[in-house]
């Protein structure tokens, strides 16, 4: 609870002159992000390309060394990317092509930007390690991207749906084959929806906070944990 | 047996109205003889409530949760020892629709996630859209863009202040700062026609210019603005109890912020001077004469400090962004990105065809990603577009501010009272348009 007094100003570990808006950038090519060949050099063959779009630098990284990355990218003194600006995920229309998980960085004491890209072939199982362990904030990013797309992530404590609701059985909205109206019809919904138990929506971790659902009955456990009414 | 002299249990131990209308003093209970039998007092000794937790819930509908938000809380005594926050009752699928709309249909829909902040929206997604196209836009549109999100940022600090006072039992400068927003929003309705949904932007340019007169009464605003924050400033933040209620609360220090990915105020405020604006500038943010405000403290009052600067900064950068507002065209003179005007359009061949292009197939980009941050109210608001060459997106992917603010809350709302919850709730200015998408 010790507020800290010494003020962090970004930039700051690489003075230089201060950024300016850019301007005419390339298309393809151009300067990549320092950063990419030091995660070369340090992975080796976990890193398989290196592109620059639109000025930004993106990596392919294999899926199960991310957290390594990510947490070295974190703590090396010459890269410090302490900002994790997001955690998302992209399908293409054409389904043959792998599912892409996305990690947006920002190295804030050195205003550098990086993403990093893990391929997931369809037909496998959708599974990145979480960063959680490294950075606190993509706890509701990697929550987000799970309910979106159905990607798994590794290691994270709490790992369920966030703007679904916890019973939402219609499966992945962002995926490509989710038609745009559900995939229920709307008889379907409307009857789900009425149907619905909204105290089902306390997950099971939060009826356990009272302690009171390890010491029911087991018949009634289970007849709780299917989403059942209570009846008061 | 003692005799209870309690008026509650003496009024409800009658019988009520007797037929003159007065009161009936007779006793419910009675003995025998007809004699009121004394009630018994409840038992004096409290039950033992230690190490009982109870579980609380606020929202969806409470007003103090700023929109449907709703939070769970585990108290023990009046301290919250947990809280579990739980999202989305506002969840539209704004991402979903965008893949299924051509890039200047998605403007739109800019306006109504973070509606406080309709104009910052809408020029945010233009520039991540002209990233795409490998776009660049005219002297004048950089400028009126910047005058569009600095306008925008008073009116959402606006509301967040007014609410924020509410919240804590100050009534008096809502109205005020509603009264200087109802002037911005005069203004942006002299501009496009809308006042809350605006979608000022197109790729390429804007809706239109400013009409004739406008950039006067943008003058009159900016004089007049600081008058009106004065006063707020003496109304709270010497007031007792307004000090009493923000300060302390909800800290986050710098490293906590920054691992929890806080943005705008929220980071500043913890004493980590990030600002998109400064170390990764847009709109020729750069080239403007202002300061970065940043706390030390990293509680609520200072988020309060620190907001109320960025409303002073940003009527630094709208006064000499009208005095270099320069004349010329607003929009790329590029009819594969532009529309014809209309006149044009049913004259001339040409236009005719590029009209008809343009509304049917939408311009195109090329295959790419980009992914384009501003410093919107909330904090840095990105927006994360892939392109597989056709004339809608493929990902649209919104970064909210608003959304990642708030998955801090359990850790700064920990360790203190129910009724701090409301106030550090209000300092994280959430809108749930934003925060559900």
Redesign the interface.
């Known amino acids: 609870m010790t507020p800290t007094s010494q003020i962090q100003i970004a930039g700051s570990a690489a003075p230089h002159d201060a950024p300016r808006t850019p301007t005419q950038i390339p298309h393809r090519g151009g300067t990549p992000n320092p950063s990419a060949e030091a995660l070369r050099a340090r992975f080796g063959d976990a890193v398989s390309r290196v592109d620059v779009v639109w000025g930004e630098t993106t990596v392919v990284v294999d899926a199960a060394r991310v957290r390594d990355m990510v947490a070295w990218l974190h703590d090396d003194a010459g890269e410090r990317y302490d900002y994790l600006v997001d955690v998302t995920a992209v399908e293409f229309r054409d389904l043959e092509q792998p599912l892409e998980v996305v990690w947006h960085l920002r190295s804030l004491p050195y205003r550098r930007f990086l993403r990093l890209k893990a391929l997931l072939p369809k037909g496998a199982p959708l599974e990145v390690p979480s960063v959680w362990p490294v950075h606190k904030g993509a706890d509701w990013m990697e929550r987000e991207c799970f309910d979106m797309f159905g990607v798994r992530f590794e290691g994270h404590p709490d790992l369920r749906r966030i703007l679904m609701w916890e019973q939402y059985k219609e499966g992945f909205p962002l995926r490509k084959d989710f038609p745009l109206r559900g995939r229920f019809s709307r008889a379907e919904q409307l009857r789900q929806a009425l149907a619905a138990n909204p105290e089902a929506r306390y997950s099971m971790e939060e009826i356990s906070v009272v302690e009171a659902f390890s010491d029911l009955p087991d018949e009634m456990r289970q007849r709780l944990a299917s989403g059942e009414r209570t009846g008061e | 047996m003692p005799t209870t002299t309690r008026t509650v249990e003496v009024a409800l131990s009658t019988s009520g109205i007797g037929p003159d209308g007065r009161p009936q003093r007779t006793p419910l209970v009675v003995d025998d003889r007809g004699h009121a039998v004394p009630l018994e007092a409840p038992p004096s000794v409290e039950p033992d409530m230690g190490g009982e937790?109870m579980?609380i819930n606020i929202g969806p509908q409470h007003p103090a949760t700023h929109g449907v938000l709703r939070l769970?809380l585990?108290l023990d005594g009046e301290t919250v020892v947990?809280c579990?926050p739980?999202?989305?009752y506002l969840?539209c699928?704004f991402?979903?629709?965008g893949e299924?709309r051509q890039y200047n249909q998605i403007i739109p829909w800019t306006d109504r996630e973070d509606y406080l902040n309709s104009p910052g929206n809408n020029v945010a997604f233009a520039l991540g859209a002209e990233?795409?196209f490998?776009i660049?836009i005219t002297p004048r549109c950089t400028v009126l863009r910047v005058i569009a999100m600095e306008l925008s940022r008073i009116m959402s600090h606006l509301v967040w202040m007014g609410t924020t006072a509410v919240d804590m039992g100050a009534f008096t400068p809502f109205l005020w700062t509603f009264q200087e927003r109802e002037n911005v929003y005069n203004l942006l309705e002299g501009w496009c026609g809308a006042r809350l949904t605006t979608s000022l932007t197109r790729v390429g340019g804007m809706v239109a210019d400013v009409p004739d007169g406008w950039v006067d009464g943008l003058r009159k605003f900016i004089k007049g603005f600081p008058i009106t924050l004065a006063e707020a400033d003496k109304m709270l933040t010497r007031n007792a109890i307004w000090v009493g209620r923000t300060v302390g609360l909800g800290?986050m220090?710098?490293?906590?912020a920054?691992?929890?990915?806080?943005s705008g105020p929220m980071l500043r405020a913890?004493?980590?001077?990030?600002?998109v604006r400064?170390?990764?500038?847009?709109?020729?943010?750069?080239t403007y004469d202002w300061d970065v405000a940043?706390g030390?403290?990293?509680?609520v009052y200072d988020r309060y400090l620190v907001r109320m600067e960025e409303m002073l900064q940003s009527i630094r950068i709208l006064q000499q962004a009208v005095d270099r507002l320069p004349d010329g065209p607003v929009n790329v003179q590029d009819p594969r990105i532009i529309l014809p005007p209309k006149s044009k359009a049913t004259s001339e061949m040409e236009s005719m065809i590029h009209h008809f292009k343009l509304v049917m197939e939408g311009p195109r980009p090329?295959v790419?990603?980009?992914?384009v941050?501003v410093e919107s109210p909330k904090g840095?608001k990105?927006y994360?577009m892939?392109s597989?060459g056709?004339s809608k997106p493929?990902?649209w992917?919104i970064?909210p501010p608003a959304?990642?603010n708030?998955?801090?809350i359990p850790?700064m709302v920990e360790g203190h009272l129910l009724s701090d919850v409301i106030a550090i709730n209000a300092s994280i200015d959430i809108v749930m348009g934003e925060v559900?998408?």
């Open positions: 937790h579980l769970v585990e947990r579990i739980h999202v989305g969840h699928g991402e979903k629709i299924y990233r795409l490998g660049e800290v220090t710098s490293d906590e920054i691992n929890y990915g806080l913890s004493g980590v001077a990030y600002d400064k170390d990764f500038p847009y709109l020729d943010y750069e940043v030390t403290h990293g509680d090329p790419g990603e980009c992914y941050a840095e990105g994360y892939v597989d056709t493929v990902r992917r970064r959304f990642i708030l998955s801090a850790k559900d998408r």
